[in-house]
């Protein structure tokens, strides 16, 4: 009914599930089992929320049940040997779908008895599935998949909830690309989506009729990606994540006019939106670079937006915390490569001396550094080191060509994109030649022995953490849909 945001929050020390009241200043904590309890999915009815734990961190998520006060919690699934994830209520609120690689297949799209406990599997788990999503009617479901020769593809798939043949929805017009996001509208007619044909990353709409996909149209014209579109329940526009110099906001565009605007735009990022009945509320998770991840609510006639919770500790002036600025600089083959550049404090400087260095570098290749809360960057930069946080070629939010660009080249040119950052450092007389670090997780931390052993002479130090040492042994031992991942790239 719009009352109330559930949400999961760490503020105890691991991740429980909460609710909070919009028109109250009132938390509720609904789960106390410290275990990871995260994703909450409301029931149709707002008796119950659905979401997913797992044990000792070990990402096998099943799904749980808990009631709206908190008293009562019940585990549907009870397969801990399986990763259960994107969970969807049905429109009656009888069932929910998600995905899970059950039995060791891929992710398969399932529905599960919400009552009963009593599992069904629509897809059998060739494929990774992702994102299924109910019709209004209940009748069928929505999905993404790559299941095509050219394995880099992706397509939005529907399969009736009763079981049956999975039908292709043809987004791309036989172009290579990636189509995912789906959304329905309130009638069932259209669906909104996101795809990166024509280059970047923008929000379509379609007209379907049975399984048949009418002419796409593409409702916003600009160079940055655009992704994750929602569908205002009035049917009148959608919602969508604006990425813009590794910057989120959330923004509104009509259907009809493509008339859009900001729905909620602070520097930083913006994640999750869930619109209300009355198509106006938004509900959303908002970081800045100074303020951890916390819930705001909007309209669009408020001033500001609705905090509801305060994750920041308030030992903790934000005003000590760097705000990052946005750069560029020449990468491999003079390319101009985006970062985020933390400049401490003069209070954590010592006077008289240019300071140390860290190189971040974030995992993937394809995520980001954004404008959010980052306690690496921070602590570094308190304690006087300089941060660049470079947006290397592979990277996400500029665009399908430079995501694509280290494809079959990793620790290549964006090991040149990575050793340009350190040359623009000294150039620009930002910190010192001889204390410049490198830092990263996961192909971040690869790229960190990577530069270490590649270009030993630029390098002071290096921090690879969980970093990748040998392809071979990842490829061989990690889970099927990372594995897929690393084919493809």
Not at 198 to 204: I, K, P, Q, T
Not at 222 to 251: C, K, M, Q, Y
Not at 405 to 425: A, I, M, Q, Y
């Amino acid at each position: 009914d719009a009352s109330e945001v559930a949400f999961a929050w760490n503020k105890t020390g691991t991740f429980e599930i909460y609710s909070a009241p919009i028109e109250k200043e009132r938390l509720y904590q609904l789960t106390d089992a410290k275990e990871r309890s995260v994703s909450p999915r409301w029931s149709p009815d707002g008796t119950q929320i659905a979401f997913l734990r797992d044990r000792g961190g070990d990402e096998r998520f099943d799904i749980w049940l808990v009631d709206r006060d908190g008293e009562r919690e019940r585990n549907l699934t009870s397969e801990p040997d399986v990763m259960h994830r994107e969970l969807a209520w049905s429109p009656d609120g009888q069932r929910i779908a998600y995905a899970a690689n059950s039995g060791g297949r891929g992710f398969g799209i399932h529905v599960v008895d919400s009552g009963t406990g009593v599992q069904r599997a629509l897809t059998d788990g060739s494929h990774d599935d992702h994102q299924p999503r109910w019709s209004p009617d209940g009748s069928r479901l929505v999905f993404w998949s790559r299941r095509e020769a050219r394995r880099t593809n992706a397509e939005l798939y529907v399969v009736p909830a009763s079981g049956g043949a999975t039908t292709k929805l043809e987004t791309r017009g036989g172009a290579d690309g990636e189509s995912r996001d789906a959304s329905w509208d309130r009638d069932g007619r259209r669906l909104a989506f996101a795809t990166n044909v024509r280059g970047r990353e923008e929000v379509a709409i379609a007209a379907l009729t049975g399984d048949r996909l009418g002419p796409i149209e593409y409702l916003t014209q600009n160079i940055h990606d655009e992704t994750e579109p929602v569908w205002r329940p009035d049917g009148r526009g959608v919602i969508f994540r604006h990425s813009a110099e590794s910057e989120v906001s959330l923004r509104r565009v009509f259907a009809v006019s493509h008339a859009t605007h900001a729905v909620a735009d602070r520097a930083g990022v913006h994640l999750g939106a869930e619109v209300g009945r009355d198509s106006d509320l938004v509900a959303y998770l908002y970081s800045g670079a100074r303020e951890p991840w916390d819930v705001y609510v909007t309209r669009e006639r408020m001033v500001a937006p609705k905090r509801l919770t305060r994750s920041l500790a308030t030992s903790v002036d934000p005003a000590t915390l760097v705000e990052p600025v946005h750069v560029r600089y020449p990468g491999a083959d003079g390319r101009e490569i985006p970062a985020l550049l933390y400049v401490p404090h003069a209070e954590a400087l010592r006077g008289g001396v240019l300071p140390p260095a860290v190189m971040y570098i974030h995992g993937g290749p394809t995520g980001q550094h954004l404008r959010q809360w980052d306690r690496a960057a921070q602590w570094f930069a308190h304690n006087g080191y300089v941060v660049l946080a470079p947006n290397i070629r592979g990277s996400t939010g500029y665009g399908r060509e430079f995501q694509e660009s280290n494809r079959g080249d990793w620790g290549g040119k964006d090991l040149e994109d990575v050793t340009g950052g350190v040359e623009w450092l000294v150039k620009e007389g930002v910190a010192d030649r001889r204390r410049i670090g490198a830092y990263g997780g996961s192909y971040g931390g690869f790229m960190t022995l990577m530069a270490l052993t590649q270009a030993p002479d630029l390098w002071a130090a290096g921090v690879s953490v969980v970093g990748v040492v040998s392809w071979k042994t990842l490829y061989e031992t990690t889970r099927g849909d990372l594995k897929d991942y690393l084919e493809r790239e």
